[in-house]
């Protein structure tokens, strides 16, 4: 006799066909709820402290950040759809799990940007190579670190890559990061870094500047050699001869002057040696001096108040835009800004919104092909959340049940998103279109989006008030002309518009493209 299980989501039961899953905690979950949670999309924490965060916070801006994270509804215990892939090896979930990595093999991701004020290390670029293990360069570093092979895993539906590996100071780094469609770009994703290493410095500090009034004292909490005061974060550089005497000891000050921080001493000038426990300052009361670099504040006094309390320390390293790091893959960033104008036919033009290609762009092909809407523009990844399932927002979507009418210049066409992609987006199900277009094709005059939700709600957006596209090859159909000439064309084509119908919106947007 088989008692049977009831989801404590949906409170579906095991009768009705439907598998369940478990994660760490051993509460057992349906599938498709699972999958809800642990694809949700993840939104990203900007200028969150990823360091001093208290180990709860800690697993909350990791559960947000990481890629294919989520939280048991019952315990609130971190869910990850590796772990669960793990706890059931035979459930339907391992299907779409690649153990190699097939479709990211031959590319590098390439760190583009970095906004990040930190001073842990970065990865310079993460790589896979058409075969053997992946691996990442960090930056100053001279040796490339390989992943553990047996944690190498990719999810094709979420595109979605987690692997592990072993860096210096046996620290294990546990990468998850998901790539845009496509795969331009990392759009979101971390590292969560392990480490039971204690730094000298570790535990928690009162920190003061003589030179500045007596109210300006701050504590501070050092883990694993790294700080955070005032939202900036800080690694200390220490190092030690076989006596245990502390030697080169530093840290940067991130402001514009790059002040450095270094030569620690006791508060007496005397030097220092690690404790007995590898730690320095253990001495109650004992007070430490930095010297700095910087022309106001030239000391800067550390007063032990505990040793460190964790033995294993774990920090969360954002390896994404919202975290100040943009990884790009070189090979695939290819440039689609050649529109033409086509002043005869819808079918040769495209139309974009905010003068920028690519963020849900129009696209009429000249010869026919389907029209389709395109997000090729990597901040529609890096900034706009995944489909509803966890999927990279496609480059192209295609509309189906096109119909055109040349003598009134309308167009209509249907963008499915669940019978296309098999989800919603944002809790989109469809978007039914209408675009009127004016006799030049410069812009779209007037229609509208009726948006279906997965509730079976309606919203409509109107073109020419919630939404301006223009004629993304607007300047071509100039650029032959003198400047008086075109000054002339121009007028004549505003006066054309605006006995079209042009919403005073278009016609503003219009000008200021054209001038
Ligand atoms: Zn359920
Ligand atoms: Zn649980």
């Given at each position: 006799m088989s008692h049977s299980l009831e989801c404590?989501?949906?409170?579906?039961?095991?009768?009705?066909?439907i598998k369940f899953i478990v994660g760490p905690c051993r509460h057992a979950i349906c599938v498709p709820c699972m999958e809800r949670i642990v694809y949700r999309s993840s939104s990203g924490n900007r200028?969150?402290?990823?360091?001093?965060?208290?180990p709860d916070d800690l697993d909350n801006v990791i559960v947000t950040n990481m890629p294919l994270r989520g939280r048991c509804p019952m315990c609130r215990g971190i869910l990850s759809l590796i772990d669960l892939c793990k706890y059931n090896p035979?459930?339907?979930?391992?299907?779409?799990?690649?153990?190699?990595f097939k479709p990211l093999r031959g590319s590098t991701f390439f760190l583009s940007m970095d906004n990040a004020e930190t001073e842990l290390p970065w990865i310079q670029f993460l790589s896979f190579p058409s075969e053997g293990v992946p691996f990442v360069l960090l930056s100053g570093g001279e040796q490339l670190i390989h992943f553990e092979q047996q944690s190498c895993i990719y999810h094709a539906k979420s595109q979605t890559f987690s692997g592990t590996l072993k860096t210096f100071q046996n620290q294990t780094w546990s990468i998850s990061v998901q790539f845009s469609s496509g795969l331009k770009c990392i759009c979101r994703g971390g590292i969560v870094i392990e480490s039971t290493e204690v730094g000298p410095m570790d535990g928690q500090w009162r920190v003061t500047w003589?030179?500045?009034?007596?109210?300006s004292a701050a504590e501070i909490e050092v883990g694993s050699n790294c700080f955070s005061l005032y939202g900036k974060r800080y690694r200390i550089e220490l190092g030690h001869d076989e006596n245990g005497k502390l030697e080169k000891n530093s840290f940067m000050w991130p402001d514009e002057s790059e002040t450095i921080v270094q030569t620690l001493?006791?508060?007496?000038g005397g030097e220092i040696f690690l404790g007995e426990?590898?730690?320095?300052?253990?001495?109650?009361?004992s007070m430490l001096k930095w010297t700095t670099s910087h022309d106001e504040v030239k000391e800067i006094h550390w007063q032990r108040i505990?040793?460190?309390?964790?033995?294993t320390n774990r920090l969360f390293v954002p390896l994404c835009p919202s975290g100040g790091a943009l990884y790009m893959n070189r090979h695939k960033v290819?440039?689609?800004?050649?529109a033409m104008y086509n002043p005869?036919?819808?079918?040769g033009n495209t139309f974009i919104q905010g003068?920028?290609?690519?963020?849900a762009a129009y696209h009429f092909e000249i010869d026919f092909s389907p029209p389709y809407i395109s997000y090729d523009n990597i901040m529609c990844s890096l900034t706009w959340p995944t489909l509803?399932?966890?999927?990279?927002?496609?480059?192209r979507i295609y509309f189906k049940q096109l119909m055109w009418d040349s003598k009134t210049r309308t167009f209509e066409g249907v963008i499915d998103w669940m019978e296309t992609h098999g989800t919603t987006w944002q809790g989109m199900s469809s978007w039914t279109y209408q675009m009127v277009f004016d006799t030049n094709f410069m812009c779209i005059l007037s229609g509208n989006i009726v948006t279906k939700n997965a509730t079976g709600t309606v919203e409509m957006s109107r073109f020419g008030s919630d939404l301006i596209y223009l004629n993304a090859a607007l300047k071509d159909k100039f650029k032959d002309l003198d400047d008086h000439e075109r000054q002339e064309s121009i007028r004549k084509e505003l006066s054309r518009l605006e006995a079209e119908g042009i919403s005073p919106m278009t016609e503003y947007l219009l000008q200021d493209v054209l001038s």
């Open positions: 404590p989501v949906c409170l579906h039961n095991q009768d009705e066909n200028g969150q402290d990823f360091l001093t965060s208290s035979d459930e339907e979930f391992q299907s779409q799990f690649d153990f190699d003589p030179s500045v009034p007596q109210e001493n006791s508060i007496n426990n590898g730690l320095v300052g253990e001495a109650e009361h505990h040793p460190p309390t964790v033995k290819t440039a689609s800004e050649n005869d036919s819808l079918w003068n920028t290609f690519g963020m509803d399932d966890g999927q990279p927002i496609p480059s």
